[in-house]
């Protein structure tokens, strides 16, 4: 299968990244009884003989023997990589796929990216050579990390630019965690906006999440849980929030929860290139469908379900829910109503024990409520993956192209204004070398243009459709 | 003769293998209502057509098995081999890791020049196979980056490489409403470079045997392989083995090449529907009979009307009348929803076929004035039945059938060309706005031509 290389970044990067590896252990233990070492494995693990050493020669076939994620893994403080190399997962790791160091970034994105970028940019390139190395036909980095700090922020954008250059043909999705307005590190919008210049600029699809929306979530579920209300059973494994039947179950940490969601975002997305199914969706579709224009590539995202219920029969009225869900506002992962904004493409990649006349009815049924732009009107990209995930029969991932991303950024940029209008903590900034007053400058500007552009496609929403006239032959 | 089927992208492949599935269930099926002495010369006929004997114990397709991802070709071997009674050639398959993404110019412009010589390579090895090549039949779809790029490039590889071959492609139209967001630039992409390399393009349309499997098969859950059931069933009716003249004492040798010369007289006008009647769920077959001249009847009314099947059909439609003193394109005798034909073909299989009254199908009202009627018409008829239906009547129609659909997707294309949306996902693999405005060209001249027949 292609492969598609996740890099973990920073500390929220690396828990994320740590529930992911658990979470894609125990979806291809799901599926692969024998224990053979499979195309789906490989898009994640190779198969290592480790009797010749970690570095042994990678086995392509045959029983597994000892995987090894495909990964690297980065931070600039010891303390969440050393906890997952000391964890159950420690061996899914080597020393050659992490790049780690002990003080930290201190929330300072000049010195994730330019400080540690700078120093740490030879050791990058070539631990990335080596993993990609291994990789048969590499399709996708994915980096996964926080815009809010130094470290997965910084350094995470100085990676996307370190990719961009060495394998331009790779694509970029970016999974970003965005602070939110209460978030206790006083300079996140900064880190966060120049950020998102490097985003705007590097990135084919960034995936933007907010805690606020992973929070509702797994609040939503205890809620649903406690008050009895569903009736039967809930099964643990199919909790989107779970760890159930994963190596992490005793150690739950405290956003374990929040990230399995994040995690099992990624394990969706991945699905359609991993396992087989009647139409396929694969990353490099992904980009090709949803990103109409190359700065537009914020995508909004939503699972559904949250959780499967212990009675086997789920009839059809279930399986609409689960579409109608995907498009509710408490399903998103970010705080956004895509239903009341303007959609420019959307896709949704179904799991499990879905058909196309399950995807043609629930299309046809919600299309009259949505809002899509003039020149995409039946802008719809589909996917069916036969393999649901754990505990599921069927699961549905959206991702929508909607502006209605855009109050997320101009809430960023309104507390970056707040900040830098009384050129707080800029020192902090600025004497990092190569930092100048032009970066933050030109960030903002950026994102401003971002906004903009989201403004000027919102201005033609309800407005009235004149198709431009067909080209005229002579006959 | 035999014909190279060539399948492309992941639909090419997943219809291919129904495709054959059918054509083998057919031959192994019930024997046919006829003599046994018909039924071994029907099996002999489909077998030098579709498959080549080697030293294998079961049949081994004629394919070419094309992808640019592995999952969908693997799964299809493993499939095909399982049945017991046919297989592929396990070699004689093209796969990589990447996928096109659905961009029509990363498979056209990117992977054909790139793999051309590999590709063209298992073609030439399945053509030498044969005896005799009869042509290509390529199998794909137009929405995505494989089946609707490479397939277009391949196609026009094989018009290179084979220049006195019949090349027939089979091109799947998507949903109407997404499978795919850039499915209207591919498309509009595909039919134009195909038109100029291939001899015919015969459609289906999802949305079409959609509509048949709900209403007609009574399938609930229709899934995709449901759908491509359907399809091979309707291709198989073309395809399988037929007398082409009347008192003909053989099989015809030449499926591909006599289509061609029935159906396509003029390059302009190569876009070939396809309509197969009865169609109904197999459990019910036992309890229905069916009549020709009532099969015969709804099938030309299908053909006036442009019904997409049996049901619904508008009878209200009836053909101009001849001999109005006023030209056709200001007749006010010419209903709006009339279908003008070119060229039909009809083919009949079953019990009885030797007694069928075509003449309706003879009409000169219902064809352009170019062709002489007698021209116009043909049918092809075999006593021996087809997949369990005691009767069936196939229709592949060059008239005015797809005008709507083509017009659809060229005025959706160009809604969304006008806006720039998605062409820098093109260029980045170098095809330009200059190469879609002169693709668009070709489809409004295809679509102003079968406008004013």
């Known amino acids: ?475 | 003769m035999s014909i190279v089927t060539v399948q492309l992208g992941q639909c090419g492949n997943q219809i291919g293998r129904e495709v054959f599935n059918a054509i083998c269930s057919d031959v192994h099926g019930t024997h046919g209502l006829c003599s046994k002495k018909e039924n071994e010369s029907y099996h002999d006929a489909c077998k030098e057509r579709f498959f080549c004997e080697e030293e294998s114990e079961v049949p081994v397709a004629r394919a070419v098995l094309v992808d640019m991802e592995p999952k969908v070709i693997s799964q299809t071997l493993s499939v095909a081999a399982r049945s017991g009674y046919w297989k592929y050639d396990d070699r004689s398959h093209f796969c990589q890791k990447q996928g096109s993404g659905n961009n029509w110019a990363n498979g056209y412009s990117v992977h054909g020049p790139r793999h051309k010589e590999v590709i063209m390579n298992l073609v030439q090895k399945e053509a030498e196979k044969c005896d005799r090549l009869g042509g290509f039949f390529t199998i794909m779809s137009m929405a995505g980056g494989t089946g609707s790029g490479l397939g277009a490039f391949v196609t026009q590889c094989l018009r290179d490489a084979f220049p006195s071959s019949f090349i027939l492609n089979h091109v799947i139209w998507p949903y109407g409403t997404g499978e795919v967001i850039v499915q209207n630039y591919n498309s509009v992409l595909t039919l134009s470079h195909l038109y100029q390399s291939s001899d015919a393009l015969l459609v289906h349309e999802n949305d079409v045997i959609h509509k048949i499997c709900a209403q007609l098969m009574n399938i609930k859950q229709i899934s995709f392989r449901d759908v491509n059931q359907v399809i091979a069933h309707q291709l198989g009716s073309v395809f399988q083995p037929t007398y082409t003249a009347e008192g003909g004492l053989r099989y015809s040798r030449n499926p591909l090449g006599d289509l061609m010369e029935t159906l396509v007289p003029h390059p302009e006008f190569k876009m070939l529907g396809l309509r197969n009647i009865p169609q109904m769920p197999e459990n019910s077959l036992a309890y229905s009979t069916f009549s020709w001249p009532g099969l015969i009847k709804h099938l030309r009314q299908m053909l006036i009307a442009n019904a997409k099947m049996e049901e619904g059909i508008d009878w209200q439609v009836q053909p101009p009348r001849l001999g109005s003193s006023l030209p056709p394109s200001h007749s006010t005798n010419r209903p709006l929803h009339f279908n003008t034909s070119i060229a039909n073909l009809v083919i009949l299989r079953g019990k009885d076929t030797h007694s069928v009254d075509l003449g309706s199908f003879q009409d000169p009202s219902l064809y352009t004035s170019w062709l002489n009627p007698r021209d116009a018409f043909n049918a092809w008829k075999t006593p021996r039945a087809f997949n369990k239906y005691e009767k069936s009547a196939s229709l592949v129609s060059n008239s005015q059938f797809l005008l709507k659909p083509l017009d659809s997707v060229v005025g959706k294309a160009w809604n969304m060309f006008a806006s720039k949306a998605y062409i820098h996902q093109y260029t980045k693999f170098g095809i330009e706005e200059e190469d879609f405005l002169d693709s668009f060209t070709a489809l409004e001249q295809v679509i102003s031509s079968y406008t004013i027949l």
């Not at chain 1, 994040?262 to 992904?286: K, Q």
């Not at chain 1, 506002?329 to 799991?351: G, T």
């Not at chain 1, 024990?353 to 809002?371: A, F, G, T």
Request: proline content about 4%; overall charge negative; charged content about 20%.
């Open chain 1, 1 to 475: 299968s292609p492969v598609s290389l996740p890099f973990a970044v920073g500390q929220c990067g690396n828990q994320v990244g740590c529930r992911f590896w658990d979470l894609a252990l125990r979806e291809h233990a799901a599926v692969n009884k024998k224990g053979i070492y499979d195309e789906a494995l490989s898009s994640f693990f190779r198969n290592v003989d480790t009797r010749s050493g970690n570095d042994g020669p990678g086995i392509y076939k045959g029983k597994i023997c000892s995987l090894k994620a495909r990964a690297l893994l980065i931070d600039m403080e010891e303390g969440v990589v050393n906890e997952i190399l000391q964890g159950p997962l420690r061996d899914l790791f080597d020393s050659k796929q992490l790049i780690t160091d002990v003080s930290g970034s201190g929330n300072n994105w000049a010195v994730g990216h330019k400080l540690y970028g700078y120093q740490y940019r030879e050791n990058i390139v070539e631990k990335l050579r080596k993993t990609a190395e291994h990789c048969d036909c590499l399709q996708c980095f994915f980096i996964i990390h926080s815009m809010g700090g130094g470290t997965g922020s910084g350094l995470g954008t100085f990676v996307l630019n370190v990719l961009e250059d060495e394998f331009p043909e790779v694509y970029r999705f970016v999974t970003s965690v965005y602070p939110s307005g209460e978030d206790d590190v006083i300079t996140s919008p900064y880190n966060s906006v120049l950020a998102m210049k490097e985003l705007n600029e590097h990135a084919d699809c960034v995936l933007p999440i907010e805690n606020e929306s992973l929070f509702d979530i797994v609040n939503k579920i205890h809620q649903m849980i406690s008050s009895g209300k569903l009736g039967s059973t809930v099964k643990q494994n199919s909790l989107v929030t779970s760890s159930t039947g994963s190596a992490s179950t005793v150690q739950e940490k405290p956003f374990d929860a929040m990230n399995n969601i994040v995690a099992n975002l990624l394990l969706n997305l991945t699905s359609s290139a991993r396992f087989e199914g009647s139409l396929n969706m694969d990353l490099n579709e992904i980009s090709m469908n949803l990103v109409p224009f190359p700065r537009l590539h914020y995508l909004v995202s939503s699972l559904t379900p949250l959780y499967t219920l212990a009675d086997v029969n789920v009839p059809s009225r279930r399986l609409d829910q689960m579409f109608s869900d995907a498009f509710s506002r408490d399903h998103q992962l970010i705080q956004a109503d895509p239903k009341h904004s303007l959609y420019l493409a959307c896709a949704l990649l179904v799991r499990g024990n879905v058909q196309v006349s399950d995807l043609r009815r629930n299309i046809e049924r919600l299309k009259p409520s949505l809002h899509f732009v003039s020149w995409n009107q039946e802008g719809w990209k589909t996917g069916l993956c036969s393999v649901p995930p754990v505990g599921h029969s069927h699961s549905l991932l959206a991702l929508a192209n909607n502006t209605c991303v855009k109050p997320t950024f101009t809430e960023l940029k309104d507390r970056f204004m707040k900040l830098y209008k009384k050129k707080a903590h800029l020192h902090h900034y600025l004497h990092i070398d190569g930092m100048e007053q032009s970066c933050f400058s030109e960030a903002i500007s950026s994102l401003s243009d971002l906004i903009e552009e989201y403004n000027e496609l919102d201005a033609t929403k309800g407005g009235p459709r004149t198709d431009p006239s067909r080209l005229q032959i002579a006959v």
